[in-house]
């Protein structure tokens, strides 16, 4: 088992610029791709950006390409979401999510975080 909490979720302003955090523990954590997704209420959850166990490779949407980035630090057992240049449509709560396939797709993912708001609103 893998648990996954996300923090560092809040309010912001357009522009702004907010950096999510997610923690795993139950599992050595440098073997599992790790990726960010989020859903609005009433729409679908969609994929955000995904990393690879090493760290050396990452999926990114359309939609927050230049914008957010992943990284991880695989000693902290830690994976980060900087988020700059933000959105009134980003508004979402942001999931964590970790399995054993480096996927954008929901699918590859097995296990999930609670989830961290997010508001961009001025």
């Known amino acids: 088992q893998v648990q996954l909490v996300e923090s560092g979720g809040g309010l912001v302003q357009p522009g702004g610029s907010l950096r999510l955090a997610c923690a795993a523990s139950?599992?050595?954590?440098?073997?599992?791709?790790m990726g960010w997704f989020r859903q609005a209420p009433g729409k679908e959850r969609e994929f955000v950006v995904a990393i690879s166990p090493s760290g050396g490779s990452t999926y990114v949407a359309d939609s927050v390409k230049g914008r957010f980035t992943i990284s991880r630090d695989n000693a902290k057992s830690t994976v980060y979401l900087q988020m700059n240049s933000l959105k009134p449509e980003d508004t979402a709560v942001y999931y964590c999510?970790?399995?054993?396939?480096?996927?954008?797709?929901?699918?590859?993912?097995?296990?999930w975080g609670q989830g961290t708001q997010v508001t961009v609103s001025s």
């Open positions: 139950g599992r050595t954590f440098s073997s599992l791709a």
């Open positions: 999510a970790a399995g054993p396939i480096f996927s954008t797709r929901t699918a590859g993912y097995n296990y």
